[in-house]
Every structure is written in structure tokens, then in C-alpha cells.
């Protein structure tokens, strides 16, 4: 008789040192692949109404055309180090699901999902909050637009003063973040680096712990309708996009909030949301939502993807007859 096929692996299948180089590496890769889309996404994010940028396509055409190619990956050194907060948050997630199973009488997925990944997010925001702070400023500082005569005619371009809030120059290109840490440490001491750390938690362990619960639970939906022979990996990466569809569009206010309390050093929660509301109305809800949309649906299908490969190649040895593919 054959022995029950596994489809979910758990943290006590694995090899932990294989899984976690893996991880670092693919992690590496998939935040270089995706991250214009943030970039574009902070920027819109964080302008006022539509002052530069009419939408995601408008905004990657001029990145391109007024900074060139590296424009599009400003930050990225700097923002890089979340690879550190990726394992804390993988290693965080595992072990409160594996703590669940083992401790409590929780055994639907979906709840273990949720709770270990808002845990998980817990921990890397807090480890990750400075370096996003840094690299959301070098993602707008210098960033450049048309200055056009009262005619029309596009004379000069001119750097983007308001989004400079720290006065950085904006032609500076070596240095640029050893002078915002400095700037930020110069104003606020320690705690500016935790600025928007409260509003990230807010839009990131729900975003997490969401899209944790909703990953099974659109897995099994899918597999429930498919035949019997289709991959159990695209069927979890299918799941993992429609996930993070879903939770983009339920917590975009939140990362709209978020951003703004961070690049423009607004001092809370509610006052970010009174400025917020008055400049944008209802379109503070949609705001660069179009670009967090599109990141999510293919970071979701490579986070997967990566996951989901890694974990079946780092099984051990006795179980690997035992998992499909």
C-alpha cells in the first residue's frame, strides 16, 4: 500500500539550513525582479492627487524617460536588507504554525495561517522599519518632471521639492542614504527611524496575516474544482495570487497612510488620514493601486513559487515519494 501523499509540508519535514540559503537567494532575485513596482507604487502613493504622475504606466514611461533605467531601483541596496527581516518573518510564521499544531486543538490551516502570519510580519516590521524609512526617501528624493512655460512648452526639467521634505540635495547620488540616515538621526534621534512603524504594523501584519489565511483557502477552492491531475504547485501559485489581489485592494488605505506618514513625516495615524482625505477624497482609496495590484499578483506568483519549490527541495529524504508536485 502506497504511504498518503503530503500536501502541506510542515517545519519538522525539512531541513532548516538548506531551506533557509535558498530563501535568501530566491528572495534576493524576486525583490530585484519586482521592485520598480514599488518604487512606482511609494510614488504615487505619496504625491499629491495626480501632481506628477497620472498612473502606473505614466509613471514607469517618465521614471524612464527624466532618470533613466536606475531610477527605477532607487533604494534598492538600501531596501535589500528586508532579506534579514524575510527570514525572521519565515522562520517566525513556521514555528507559530508548527507551535499551534503541536500546543493547541487549532488544526484548520486557514486559521494557523492567520494567526502565524500576522506574528510573522510582526517581527520583520520591527526588525525592517528603519531601512524602509531610508529607502522610501531615496525612492523620491531627486525625482524629476516636465517645467513647462505658461505656453505649454516644455522648457527644463525641475527636481520634485515637495517630496524632499528632509532638504537633501537632490543631485547627490553617492551618499544619498549615509545623508538621510544622518538627517533623520540629526531630527528625530532614534525614533525617526521608527517613524510609521505603528501604521506599518497596522497595514502589514493584517495585510500578512490575510493573506495567509486566504492562500489555503483559495488553494483548496481551486483544487476542489481542477482535475485530479493537475500541479499541486500551480495550484498553490494561483492561490497565492488571488490572495494577494485580495488583500492589496482591502489594505491599500492603509498602505497609502502608511507611506505618507513615513516619506512626509506626518505625526500620526489620524492626522496623515485627515490631510489624506481632504487632498484626495474618495480616490485615497485607489491611490497606486493599480501598481501595488500588479506587484502583488506577481510577487505572490513567485513568493510561491519559491516557497513552495524550496520547501520540496529541502524535504527530507523520507518524505519526498511521499509529496506531489
Not at 106 to 119: A, F, N
Not at 127 to 152: A, E, R, Y
Not at 305 to 324: A, C, H, N
Request: proline share 3%.
Amino acid at each position: 500500500m502506497d504511504p498518503p501523499r503530503i500536501s502541506t509540508i510542515e517545519w519538522e519535514m525539512m531541513d532548516k539550513g538548506r531551506f533557509f540559503s535558498l530563501s535568501m537567494v530566491n528572495s534576493f532575485a524576486l525583490r530585484g525582479l519586482l521592485y520598480p513596482f514599488t518604487v512606482i507604487k511609494t510614488r504615487l502613493q505619496t504625491q499629491r492627487q495626480n501632481s506628477v504622475y497620472k498612473g502606473t504606466f505614466d509613471a514607469f514611461i517618465k521614471i524612464i524617460k527624466y532618470e533613466g533605467f536606475c531610477g527605477l531601483y532607487r533604494g534598492f541596496w538600501v531596501n535589500s536588507f528586508q532579506i534579514a527581516s524575510g527570514i525572521g518573518y519565515i522562520i517566525t510564521y513556521e514555528k507559530v504554525r508548527h507551535s499551534l499544531g503541536v500546543y493547541t486543538s487549532i488544526r484548520d490551516g486557514r486559521v494557523k495561517g492567520l494567526i502565524g502570519g500576522g506574528c510573522g510580519s510582526l517581527v520583520s516590521q520591527t526588525l525592517i522599519t528603519p531601512f524602509d524609512v531610508v529607502s522610501q526617501h531615496m525612492m523620491v528624493i531627486g525625482q524629476l518632471k516636465d517645467k513647462s512655460s505658461g505656453n505649454g512648452a516644455t522648457t527644463r526639467m525641475q527636481s520634485l521639492s515637495t517630496a524632499n521634505v528632509l532638504g537633501i540635495d537632490p543631485k547627490l547620488r553617492s551618499g544619498l542614504a549615509a545623508s538621510i540616515v544622518r538627517e533623520l538621526y540629526k531630527r528625530d534621534g532614534l525614533r525617526g527611524f521608527y517613524r510609521g512603524y505603528c501604521a506599518s504594523v497596522c497595514t502589514y501584519v493584517p495585510s500578512s496575516a490575510l493573506w495567509w489565511m486566504f492562500y489555503p483557502a483559495y488553494s483548496d477552492a481551486l483544487a476542489s474544482v481542477l482535475p485530479l491531475w493537475t500541479s499541486h504547485l500551480i495550484i498553490h501559485c494561483v492561490g497565492g495570487q488571488l490572495s494577494g489581489m485580495t488583500v492589496a485592494v482591502i489594505t491599500n488605505p492603509l498602505d497609502v497612510i502608511r507611506a505618507r506618514i513615513q516619506v512626509h513625516r506626518m505625526n500620526s495615524f489620524s492626522s496623515a488620514l485627515k490631510v489624506i482625505w481632504s487632498e484626495e477624497g474618495m480616490s485615497f482609496f485607489s491611490k497606486g493601486l493599480s501598481a501595488r495590484v500588479i506587484q502583488s499578483f506577481f510577487s505572490s506568483f513567485f513568493v510561491v513559487l519559491g516557497y513552495e519549490t524550496l520547501k520540496r527541495w529541502s524535504v527530507y529524504d523520507q518524505y519526498k515519494d511521499q509529496i506531489r508536485w
